[in-house]
């Protein structure tokens, strides 16, 4: 499977670039750096920067809309081989949704594709077609492949572009049935047709990984699959215990003693409402690792700090949205406690959980310390209810835009004392990119020798 991931913002970059007048040429061209995440049978190719080509790198040819020089070439070129990264040809129909190849396009840009892949073919290169929303590619991968992989591109921002991914067969059956079960059941969906026309498909195409299937976790996929989420990647190895019943949902007697599995649990609950639904359970997220990156968006309910640390890093390198869910009860004085909690919304290339100053190297040292133990801490299943919630709220925003808030970064706080959930005030100063995880940093590492 290989997916083509471009940020909002960096789409919006081109498409302003793209849509330049210039003195002589009737549109422009430029170019995508890409970086690489690959494992088994997983490519995420990332578009990390964009580069316009100069003025002066075109020429007047009236038999065509636009010519470049061998300049704009052999600088893209350069690229590939001084930067370590591909190169992507890329131009605008304008308009909006995936755009197709024209027969100019079919002509003339393959072979130019398969030069810039003939540079490395380590790199991931080829050549796209951009709307203003969305964008169509044909991108050879990394390896020794001469044909491109033609796929629509995933946008990462608000709203998200799912992309339905069917390449086998089983893919495309299960795509048909399920089609054909949301025709029939479309009572089911009704009251939540606000939505937008196309939220029940864009739902029921959208892969959630949800870290942690406790207290909070449990919620998360109730919800979700009750939304009408059905592809789940679900990470937990613990089982049910008598201390959990307080506020896991849909955990029973019966699963104590029989000692189920949380992660089965959550299946249970989800196949309940989908009895063809997708979900895939690991023991660790850490070897999950392919199957976490295929997702659209991860959850992440975990106790510790240093844990929420590396999955947020974990989705920064492979440009997946990550939302933080999380509560803790302080005590104040004699007899007097505050539950406290978080739901945050860490988009890649926007403010991270290190720029919310929520992970701070004081908390990851502090928990170091006690051996990253978070121990026995209190949990409630009225405040995860309440912040898991929000969360489910965040997503379905995110995927459907349904409230055209255009909010891709988000920190809210809970209070339980006044059940109060409000803006962290810090966000609002944190307009520019994080500086932590730039986006050029996306993908596998790359090693260059000395
Ligand atoms: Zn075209
Ligand atoms: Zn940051």
Same mark, same amino acid.
């Given at each position: 499977m290989q997916k083509v991931k471009l940020l909002k913002t960096l789409l919006d970059e081109a498409v302003a670039d793209l849509h330049r007048p210039h003195s002589f040429a009737a549109e422009r061209v430029g170019f995508f750096s890409t970086n690489c995440s690959s494992t088994g049978k997983t490519t995420l190719v990332h578009c990390v920067a964009y580069h316009s080509v100069p003025d002066e790198q075109y020429l007047q040819d009236h038999s065509v809309g636009v010519r470049i020089g061998s300049a704009a070439i052999t600088d893209a070129m350069a690229r590939i081989a001084v930067h370590k990264v591909g190169q992507v040809h890329v131009h605008s129909h304008g308009g909006v949704g995936v755009p197709s190849p024209s027969g100019v396009d079919s002509a003339e840009l393959p072979s130019l594709g398969r030069s810039l892949h003939n540079v490395d073919h380590g790199k991931a290169?080829?050549?796209?077609?951009l709307s203003g929303n969305g964008g169509w590619s044909s991108i050879a991968p990394p390896g020794n492949s001469e044909i491109g992989v033609e796929s629509a591109i995933s946008v990462v921002g608000y709203p998200l572009t799912i992309v339905q991914h069917g390449a086998d067969r089983r893919t495309r059956w299960s795509w048909r049935r399920l089609f054909k079960k949301r025709t029939t059941l479309v009572d089911r969906f009704d009251r939540q047709g606000f939505l937008g026309p196309d939220s029940d498909t864009i739902l029921a195409c959208l892969r959630v990984g949800i870290v942690g299937?406790?207290?909070?976790?449990?919620?998360?996929?109730?919800?979700?699959?009750?939304?009408?989420?059905?592809?789940?990647?679900?990470?937990?190895?613990?089982?049910?215990?008598?201390?959990?019943?307080?506020?896991?949902?849909?955990?029973?007697?019966?699963?104590?003693?029989?000692?189920?599995?949380?992660?089965?649990?959550?299946?249970?609950?989800?196949?309940?409402?989908?009895?063809?639904?997708?979900?895939?359970?690991?023991?660790?997220?850490?070897? /999950?690792?392919?199957?976490?990156?295929?997702?659209?968006?991860? #959850?992440? $309910?975990?106790?510790?700090? @240093?844990?929420?640390? %590396? =999955?947020?890093?974990?989705?920064?390198?492979?440009?997946?949205?990550?939302?933080?869910?999380?509560?803790?009860?302080?005590?104040?004085?004699?007899?007097?406690?505050?539950?406290?909690?978080?739901?945050?919304?860490?988009?890649?290339?926007?403010?991270?959980?290190?720029?919310?100053?929520?992970?701070?190297?004081?908390?990851?040292?502090?928990?170091?310390?006690?051996?990253?133990?978070? /121990?026995?801490?209190?949990?409630?299943?009225?405040?995860?209810? #309440?912040? $898991?919630?929000?969360?489910? @709220?965040?997503?379905? %925003? =995110?995927?459907?835009?349904?409230?055209?808030?255009?909010?891709?970064?988000?920190?809210?706080?809970?209070?339980?004392s006044n059940l109060s959930i409000s803006d962290d005030p810090r966000l609002q100063y944190l307009l520019g990119p994080c500086p932590h995880y730039p986006l050029i940093e996306a993908g596998d590492p790359t090693w260059t020798p000395l």
């Open positions: 290169s080829g050549w796209a077609i299937l406790g207290g909070g976790g449990s919620h998360m996929a109730q919800q979700l699959a009750h939304l009408g989420i059905t592809r789940f990647v679900l990470c937990d190895h613990d089982r049910i215990s008598e201390t959990n019943l307080n506020r896991t949902v849909s955990a029973t007697e019966a699963d104590v003693k029989r000692k189920t599995k949380k992660t089965a649990i959550a299946e249970r609950t989800i196949r309940s409402l989908h009895d063809d639904a997708d979900v895939v359970k690991v023991e660790m997220w850490e070897t /999950g690792a392919e199957l976490l990156m295929r997702c659209d968006i991860i #959850v992440g $309910c975990v106790d510790t700090f @240093g844990g929420r640390r %590396d =999955l947020e890093a974990f989705c920064r390198r492979h440009l997946i949205p990550y939302v933080d869910v999380g509560m803790d009860v302080q005590q104040l004085g004699d007899q007097k406690y505050e539950i406290i909690g978080q739901v945050i919304l860490s988009m890649p290339g926007k403010a991270c959980m290190h720029c919310m100053n929520f992970l701070t190297d004081e908390v990851l040292a502090e928990e170091a310390r006690r051996y990253g133990a978070a /121990g026995g801490r209190p949990q409630v299943v009225w405040s995860n209810g #309440v912040l $898991c919630s929000a969360a489910v @709220g965040i997503i379905a %925003d =995110l995927a459907t835009g349904w409230s055209r808030s255009g909010r891709d970064s988000i920190y809210l706080n809970f209070r339980g």
